[in-house]
């Protein structure tokens, strides 16, 4: 099928570049493999994007971004693009059972959660191991759980866990909590709340579900085994870009890297978003990456004419 855009990846960047794409006049696809919104969409409440004096659900933020996007006549696919590459002057991009070409392109794919990479991790995934409190949450109410990870992300979603669990350990590997002191200020005094810093997860344990976690305090070298149900992990964000790596340069933690236009080193392929090589990951930085992607595409697409 043949676009003037294509844009793999629908989280806010791509969203919004989709808008911009539209309005600007191109015939513009944006394909994407899970729900709409990314990470953003997993977020259980969101209260520093502009325009939401008393913050929005991530849910509903994801929802109405979508919203806008359909109403300019931009097509959502649902697929997972495995390859993209270029020909005879046009981006193929190919999923499973399709292939979208266009002469401009935007990579807003966005990262995924790291993992901590000790023993019980992936066995037990999905049977009390997630990476989504938004998502999961609600299936522990009552349980102790532990959160992996004292950043934004771990005091925001563990606190969103609150309203259903019985307690919430947080565990840190770094002397510190790492978050804004806003989150954490309103998490410390809390009863049903523990903080462990200086730790490391030495394994998650259980049989048919997560049972327990083991941790070691790296000053002492103790040990401890913490009985929880479940264990939520916000240790970080990496970026798959292993398909990108012939066509894009990246960072030396493979992020696309990309000018002031979000031009890739690619005529026409252009990134937008948490994917990129920068300082600040947030919704309305991938928006207004996505923004000025899909101006630049539209600029770029004039000069061939
Ligand atoms: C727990 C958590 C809390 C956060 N809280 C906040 C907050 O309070 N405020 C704030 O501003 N920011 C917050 N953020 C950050 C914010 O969500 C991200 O910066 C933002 O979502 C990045 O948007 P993006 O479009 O670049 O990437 P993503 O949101 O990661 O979207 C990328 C999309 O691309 C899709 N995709 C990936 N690979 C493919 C493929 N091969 N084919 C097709 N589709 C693909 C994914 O499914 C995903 O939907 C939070 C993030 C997390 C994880």
Redesign the pocket.
Known sequence: MSHDLVI????????TAGIYGARAGLQTVI?????????????H?????PGFPDGVG?IELAEKIKQQVLRFGVEIIG????AISKKNGDFVVE?DSRQFSAPAAII????N?RKLDVPGESELRGRGVSY??TCDGPLFKTRDVAVIGCG??GL??GKFLLQFVNRVTFVEFLPDVTADKILYDRLKGEERVDFLTNQEVLSIDGTQRVESITVRDRGTGMQQTIPVSGIFI?VG?EP?TG?LSDIVDLDEKGFVIVDARMRTREPGLFA????CSKAI??????CA??ATAAISAYHYLETMK
Not at 8 to 15: H, Y
Not at 31 to 43: D, F, K, L, V
Not at 272 to 275: F, K, R, S, T, V
Not at 281 to 286: L, M, N
């Open positions: 793999i990846g629908g989280g806010p960047a791509g969203l394909i994407e493999m899970a729900m709409p919104g990314g990470h953003a969409a997993t977020t409440y969101i209260e520093n994007y991530g697929s997972e693009v495995k999923t807003a794919i966005g990262t959660w989504c409190a934004n992300s925001q979603e916000y964000l798959n398909m937008a978003g948490d994917i990951r947030q919704v309305v930085t991938a990456e996505g």
